[in-house]
């Protein structure tokens, strides 16, 4: 007997468990082995790095503010309910992970670790593999030429 087709897309975790899995290990490894750090003034990352944190958090306010306007889950465990394209969408198809990235990269500066970077790295390999190519995957089922025609209009990231 065939199981029933799940309505949403079979992503390996959810990212913001990704983010603090990666973000966690950056800082682990950072302090066990301290030597490993990018050179430069702390002047010159504070402020690069909050301006990082704030972008973020305004993507991730918009990109919510959208989801709740149009009445689909941002959970990626749930079903999708509709293709959203204004906003911070018609810029990048994942305004949440680019938020996810821009805080990360906001980490890295403000700790100025070459772990740090290693792990961005991680994290992002983690995010285009193990969840955004399923999310596709699941959105070109279920959407179809709507979900092509956007994709082939605004870039994955941006």
């Given at each position: 007997?065939?199981?029933?087709?799940?309505?949403?897309?079979?992503?390996?975790?959810?990212?913001?468990?990704?983010?603090?899995?990666?973000?966690?290990?950056?800082?682990?490894?950072?302090?066990?082995?301290?030597?490993?750090?990018?050179?430069?003034?702390?002047?010159?990352?504070?402020?690069?790095?909050?301006?990082?944190?704030?972008?973020?958090?305004?993507?991730?306010?918009?990109?919510?503010?959208?989801?709740?306007?149009?009445?689909?889950?941002?959970?990626?465990?749930?079903?999708?309910?509709?293709?959203?394209?204004?906003?911070?969408?018609?810029?990048?198809?994942?305004?949440?992970?680019?938020?996810?990235?821009?805080?990360?990269?906001g980490f890295v500066l403000l700790l100025a670790s070459l772990w740090m970077v290693l792990?961005?790295?991680?994290?992002?390999?983690?995010?285009?593999?193990?969840?955004?190519?399923?999310?596709?995957?699941?959105?070109?089922?279920?959407?179809?030429?709507?979900?092509?025609?956007?994709?082939?209009?605004?870039?994955?990231?941006?």
């Amino acid at each position: 007997m065939d199981k029933p087709k799940k309505d949403r897309a079979d992503i390996i975790a959810l990212p913001p468990m990704l983010f603090f899995i990666c973000l966690s290990a950056g800082a682990v490894f950072s302090s066990l082995f301290p030597g490993s750090t990018i050179q430069g003034s702390w002047a010159y990352r504070i402020i690069p790095g909050f301006v990082l944190f704030g972008l973020a958090g305004l993507i991730a306010f918009l990109t919510f503010r959208l989801f709740k306007t149009h009445q689909t889950p941002f959970d990626p465990y749930k079903t999708t309910k509709s293709l959203i394209q204004a906003g911070p969408f018609r810029f990048t198809r994942n305004p949440l992970y680019l938020a996810l990235m821009l805080a990360f990269a906001g980490f890295v500066l403000l700790l100025a670790s070459l772990w740090m970077v290693l792990f961005i790295a991680v994290f992002f390999l983690l995010l285009v593999y193990g969840v955004i190519q399923p999310e596709e995957r699941y959105l070109e089922e279920k959407f179809g030429e709507e979900y092509l025609t956007y994709k082939k209009s605004v870039r994955r990231w941006l």
